[in-house]
């Protein structure tokens, strides 16, 4: 298992800008991890964070893992680097997502659930789900975190380190069969488009990240089932021409909403009709390395 994360992970060549020696905070130093311990502190390496997180060995799953958002916290300083604290999910919705997360009816080996809530959130409600043997998990983090970055992906990666030490105590034997869980940011497309000398990080799920209906019909996945907060809200821009596609090709999509406890237990509300979302891919940074992020240029400069 280790000589495939280590395969995985050198399909990405650091950025040339990234350094160990970055000033980039991620997480809270002096702060407990989701099992109340300091363990976290082991799971500061990309390998060691990536093991925790990945889906079960030689799953079809395992090819939509992104290593982007790992691969970066080797360069990181080990020094400022830490996990999310209590204190973010305790004012999240009234401190809902914790240890007691229900495990709703709906959520069947043959539902395929995408978590697209901000990725700190995704993050925690996955491990709980994981914890519960209910579905292996599958992160589609794919940019680097930045000083100047647009989006703050160091959010999610601090979530990550925070329930790696949860997520290592599991067998990954006894997912065997299980349904896997989308792990998304939905504050990965940014309000904005970076503006020069910033980092724009921002990201969409393209092709690579995103299941065709066949395949998961092979795997018996006949539903979807989107998580996210606010209900009534359009799903994030870059899914509606996927979702689209999906319906008529007989695959069904239900939502519910993060709110609290009662949202989340559903039932899930059927998704009838999506209003289509323009969406520029080519406003997006592709990094060189693998990802998504790079520096805004100047337009007065030969760069531009």
């Not at 809270?28 to 300091?38: C, F, H, N």
């Not at 799971?43 to 990945?54: G, I, N, T």
């Not at 940014?190 to 065709?212: A, C, E, T």
């Not at 209906?213 to 018996?220: A, D, F, N, S, V």
Request: aromatic share 12%.
């Amino acid at each position: 298992m280790y000589t495939t994360i280590l395969e995985m992970l050198s399909r990405l060549r650091l950025p040339l800008w990234f350094s160990w020696k970055s000033k980039m905070q991620v997480g809270v130093l002096e702060t407990l991890d989701a099992l109340g311990s300091t363990k976290w502190r082991e799971f500061r390496s990309a390998e060691k964070l990536y093991d925790a997180w990945a889906p079960r060995p030689g799953t079809t799953w395992e090819a939509f893992h992104c290593v982007t958002l790992f691969a970066s916290l080797d360069s990181l300083n080990r020094e400022q680097v830490g996990s999310a604290p209590d204190e973010w999910y305790r004012e999240f919705s009234g401190g809902w997502i914790n240890h007691n997360l229900p495990a709703p009816r709906w959520l069947t080996e043959d539902t395929w659930l995408i978590l697209d809530a901000p990725g700190w959130i995704s993050v925690a409600m996955a491990a709980y789900l994981v914890e519960q043997r209910l579905c292996q998990p599958i992160c589609t983090f794919d940019n680097w975190p930045h000083l100047k970055g647009v989006v703050k992906p160091e959010l999610t990666l601090a979530a990550l380190i925070r329930f790696a030490p949860l997520l290592a105590t599991i067998d990954r034997d006894y997912l065997h069969g299980r349904p896997p869980v989308w792990i998304c940011d939905n504050t990965r497309l940014g309000l904005v488009k970076g503006s020069p000398g910033q980092f724009d990080n921002r990201y969409y799920l393209d092709d690579s990240i995103l299941p065709g209906p066949e395949l998961l019909k092979l795997h018996g996945l006949r539903q979807v089932v989107y998580a996210s907060p606010l209900i009534n809200r359009s799903p994030t821009a870059d899914l509606v021409s996927y979702f689209q596609f999906l319906m008529k090709q007989g695959i069904p999509i239900s939502r519910v909403g993060l709110e609290s406890t009662d949202a989340w237990r559903g039932p899930p509300v059927p998704i009838t009709e999506l209003a289509n979302v323009p969406l520029n891919k080519g406003s997006f940074f592709r990094s060189t390395s693998g990802g998504f992020g790079g520096i805004v240029p100047d337009p007065s400069s030969s760069s531009g």
